[in-house]
């Protein structure tokens, strides 16, 4: 199976807006992609059938703000590889940083690293890969198709999609909750709050910027307080 393009559906969950990234070699969004072969040191999966499938590498830039707690000065670096039962997705960030703090992240890095790990580290041509910075956030997935509509009867494939629907139905619900519930404990932590990128506010995020506004300036009183019982 080959990847012609990917489209990105990206959404904010406190503000319910939604931007779409096109992944093409041809694409205004895309600012590096390669593809490398089976079986390559750059694959996802080395395991089962996957092996034998290419990946797929791109590079965007962050265009859109999404997380609260995130700035915009960040690069997406993607990687997908599939065959015909099986997805495996790597997603991961990368935040902009000055010549300065390059040269001492990579100091660093060379005195934890051996010589081979240094050698893979610069695998990428230098000249197209264009990610730069430090590495802020990284997820992914690897999923395997568990009902296949060709091998199983007529009836039964309807009959497992539907259970799983019912199964989870108020899936997303949890997991908006769950979502929210570890952005209050970043803000417990005392993780910076990141407002919309000035001119790109909406009604929903002034809304919450009003509503979070007193919550703030509670927690600002507190940290006072906490600092001055402690000195």
């Known amino acids: 199976d080959e990847i012609e393009?990917?489209?990105?559906?990206?959404?904010?969950?406190?503000?319910?807006?939604?931007?779409i990234y096109v992944l093409h070699p041809d694409s205004v969004d895309t600012t590096f992609s390669q593809v490398y072969p089976p079986n390559s040191t750059k694959s996802l999966a080395k395991d089962g059938n996957i092996q034998q499938?290419?990946?797929?590498?791109?590079?965007?830039?962050?265009?859109?703000?999404?997380s609260?707690?995130?700035?915009?000065?960040?690069?997406?670096?993607?990687?997908?590889?599939?065959?015909?039962?099986?997805?495996?997705?790597?997603?991961?960030?990368y935040k902009h940083t000055t010549e300065e703090?390059?040269?001492?992240e990579e100091v660093d890095t060379?005195?934890?690293?051996?010589?081979?790990?240094?050698?893979?580290?610069?695998?990428?041509?230098?000249?197209?890969?264009?990610?730069?910075?430090?590495l802020y956030f990284t997820a992914g997935f690897d999923i395997h198709r568990a009902i296949n509509p060709k091998t199983q009867s007529y009836y039964y494939y309807p009959l497992q999609l539907s259970k799983?629907?019912?199964?989870?139905?108020?899936?997303c619900f949890v997991i908006q909750i769950w979502i929210h519930y570890e952005a209050f404990k970043l803000l417990l932590k005392g993780i910076q709050f990141i407002p919309h990128p000035e001119g790109s506010e909406t009604g929903a995020s002034k809304a919450i910027a009003v509503v979070m506004g007193p919550v703030?300036?509670?927690?600002?009183?507190?940290?006072?307080l906490f600092v001055r019982l402690k000195n």
């Open 216 to 224: 703030f300036v509670v927690m600002d009183m507190m940290s006072d």
């Open 110 to 134: 060379n005195q934890l690293l051996g010589e081979d790990e240094k050698k893979d580290s610069h695998d990428d041509d230098p000249k197209t890969n264009k990610h730069k910075g430090t």
């Open 164 to 171: 799983i629907i019912l199964r989870y139905p108020i899936y």
């Open 53 to 66: 499938s290419n990946t797929y590498h791109y590079q965007c830039e962050k265009k859109f703000h999404v």
């Open 68 to 93: 609260p707690f995130m700035t915009m000065d960040h690069d997406y670096d993607w990687k997908f590889q599939l065959d015909k039962d099986r997805i495996v997705v790597q997603a991961q960030m």
């Open 5 to 19: 393009a990917v489209v990105l559906e990206v959404s904010n969950t406190p503000w319910n807006e939604m931007s």
């Open 101 to 104: 703090e390059e040269k001492e």
